[in-house]
């Protein structure tokens, strides 16, 4: 949708970076307008106007000028601060690495409701404290769902058969699911799946994210699911998302060890 001379809209951050002495540039997903990109003219100077109002990890309400290069911004009001998602690391580390997906799946000025809806609901999961990993791979299964690529954990993808609880499984993102142990292929690309994260990937598709917060999961099974998360989306999005690195680094930190575990 080609939007007005001046518009106001929803917005949240999703990634920024600065512009000469004062300005900073931002991206910004919207619901109706899509992702893009809009300038804070001044905005690093103190008597800015926009002052802090116009960060990550908060639904805004953004009035925006048509410009030639970038929109620019003339006005920001906080709809939502997530504000304790800001206070735990590895929440806020989660929130950067949730906002690349959403940046790396999205074109410039295409509608972006659904992908905006689950942002939005992430953010306040994560606000509210259900556990940033669980929140995140609940995300991915669903930002994968949207982009059509929704991963496949019935069928095998190579034969079409039921995948049956007896046999083993492998984990093959390219071929966009699961395979089954009668569809050998070269072992290097197949990663073993357990029948634990199989059934926990299962979950994160057909569970309400209420169900999800409170199921009670050997940490292997976890630990698993993410592996196979990560390496789906680095397939799906063609590149590892950067903001990883810093997620792993805060998780590894003492006194966040263990954030990971079932809540
Ligand atoms: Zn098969």
Redesign the pocket.
């Known amino acids: 949708m080609p939007a007005p001379r001046r518009y106001v809209t929803d917005a949240i951050v999703l990634s920024r970076f600065d512009l000469g002495e004062a300005d900073r540039v931002l991206t910004l997903i919207t619901p109706g307008y899509g992702k893009l990109k809009a300038i804070a003219k001044g905005i690093r100077r103190p008597s800015s106007r926009l002052g802090g109002s116009l960060e990550p990890f908060a639904e805004l309400n953004v009035a925006l000028a048509r410009g030639r290069t970038f929109d620019v911004v003339t006005e920001v009001r906080v709809g939502h601060a997530w504000l304790a998602l800001r206070d735990q690391l590895e929440s806020a580390a989660t929130a950067w690495y949730l906002a690349e997906l959403a940046d790396r799946s999205l074109e410039e000025r295409h509608a972006a409701e659904p992908l905006y809806a689950l942002l939005h609901r992430a953010y306040e999961l994560l606000d509210a404290g259900m556990a940033p990993g669980r929140v995140a791979r609940w995300y991915e299964m669903h930002l994968a769902d949207e982009l059509g690529q929704r991963p496949e954990v019935d069928r095998?993808?190579?034969?079409?058969?039921m995948l049956d609880p007896a046999e083993t499984f492998r984990w093959v993102p390219p071929l966009g699911g699961a395979?089954?142990?009668?569809?050998p292929g070269p072992p290097a690309e197949r990663t073993a799946l357990s029948l634990d994260a199989l059934k926990l990937l299962k979950a994160y598709q057909r569970l309400d994210v209420e169900a999800i917060a409170a199921l009670r999961l050997p940490a292997a099974a976890e630990r698993e699911v993410e592996a196979a998360m990560r390496d789906f989306m680095r397939v799906a999005l063609e590149r590892e998302a950067r903001s990883l690195a810093f997620l792993d680094e805060v998780r590894a930190a003492p006194g966040t060890a263990g954030t990971t575990a079932p809540v």
């Open positions: 095998c993808v190579e034969c079409d058969r395979v089954c142990q009668r569809c």
